[in-house]
Structures are given as C-alpha cells and as structure tokens.
C-alpha cells in the first residue's frame, strides 16, 4: 500500500494506492483515509486517469456527505461503545510492560497500556484490540448466521469462516472458498449483515460480479441494493 496524501475540502487528506490482481478498480472512504484499488497491469497513464477520477469523486463525495471525513473515533478511560446492542464501559490502566492487552469483565473492558504509551499509538492499539476481543466473542454469532443463510439458500460447499478487522472491504470470498469478513459488521442492522454474507455466499458460485451473480443476489434478497445504499451512507460510522 503506497501511503500519501491530497487537498480535499481545502486540506491535506490521507490517500492509501493499492495495487493488486483485481479485474476493476475501485475508491471508499476508511479509517485510514481514501483508499484506492487498482488492478496491478495498469500502465502510469491508465492509473494517474484512474487516480484524477477517483480524487474528483471524492471530492464530490466529501461536499455531499461531511461526515466521510471526521476524524476517526477517541476513545478515552470511561467512554463507552455500544457493539449489537450491548452497552461496553472501557477502562485504561498503565503498566510496567511491553505490550497493550484487553481483558473483558462483564460490561466493561479492560485495557493495560504500556506506560508513556503516546496518545496515537494508544488510540492504534485500542483498535486493534476492541476488534480481536469482539471478533472472538461474535464468531459464534457470525458462524451461526452463515451457516443458517447458506443452508436455507444456497448449499454451497466452503472451508473456513474469519472474523478480522478490515477497513477496505466488508467480506471477501477466496479461490480456495473461505469466507472472510469484516468485524465492522458488528455496527450494521441484522438485515444488512445478511446482505454481505449473503454476497459473499454467492462468491461460491461466482467469483466476480457479474450478472449471473447479481441475478441471484437479487432471487435471495430482492431489496439488496437498500442494504448497498446503507453501508455506503452509514459505513464510516462503523468501526472501532
């Protein structure tokens, strides 16, 4: 991922180019900033297009919804999350050690920082821990709704299911058929969980986003592309 940045709204915004074996190229707004997808063949003609293209949309975008570019969440010692309706207090102490852990007690989390931890490096490590300790808690949850939706729609064959933290997609399906997905999810309505699972389902049968696939997205959940126009107006605001 080449890391830079560009005027957006009269200020520097973080940019994030990736480059990899994809058919189309792509832009979304993350956490980390505009990322943007590329298919790796591309000539440096073809991507600076690509790149003009995308940074004119995101600019329009920004104009349109503000809220695409606020600043990631803070969390501080006794603010609270609300994850699936479950209310957590979060609760910071300092140690002697070299590393940040989490440990959930009832409905409070406990984080143990590193002291003289900088704020940024914190800020990092309560990410990356509120999403492990979640994705471990909801794995069963999220297996039992694959499972379920598979079983009533489809019957497809597949290996293993993850639960990640993931700020460029919401699900991925692989060539060697294991499911991933986003613990972002965990911030969606129940219908719109279904959406992606039930997208990355179809993934078994087609690897691409064709018609075909998108026929029987639609023959499984008629009103999908309400889900799509969801994650696309309210996906910022899901994460940690």
Not at 178 to 194: K, M
Request: hydrophobic share 35%; glycine share 4%.
């Amino acid at each position: 991922m080449e890391g830079e940045s560009f005027f957006l709204n009269g200020a520097l915004y973080p940019l994030h180019i990736i480059k990899e074996r994809r058919r189309s190229a792509r832009a979304s707004f993350t956490r980390e900033g505009l990322v943007i997808k590329l298919p790796h063949h591309l000539s440096t003609s073809e991507t600076q297009k690509y790149l003009v293209s995308f940074k004119t949309w995101a600019e329009k975008q920004a104009l349109k919804h503000p809220r695409l570019i606020q600043p990631p969440k803070t969390h501080v010692d006794g603010s609270s999350l609300t994850v699936q309706g479950r209310t957590f207090t979060l609760r910071f102490s300092y140690q002697e050690r070299t590393n940040s852990t989490a440990k959930v007690r009832g409905d409070e989390i406990h984080f143990y920082f590193p002291v003289g931890i900088s704020s940024s490096l914190l800020q990092k490590h309560v990410t990356v821990l509120l999403s492990r300790t979640f994705a471990r808690m909801y794995q069963t949850f999220l297996e039992e709704k694959v499972y379920t939706l598979n079983k009533q729609y489809f019957g497809f064959a597949f290996n293993t299911i993850r639960f990640k933290y993931n700020t460029s997609n919401w699900g991925s399906c692989s060539a060697k058929k294991n499911l991933n997905f986003s613990t972002r999810l965990l911030f969606a309505p129940e219908d719109v969980i279904n959406y992606v699972i039930i997208h990355e389902l179809v993934h078994l049968k087609y690897l691409n986003h064709s018609s075909s696939f998108w026929s029987l997205v639609q023959a499984v959940m008629p009103d999908y592309k309400i889900k799509i126009k969801w994650l696309r107006k309210h996906g910022y605001s899901c994460d940690f």
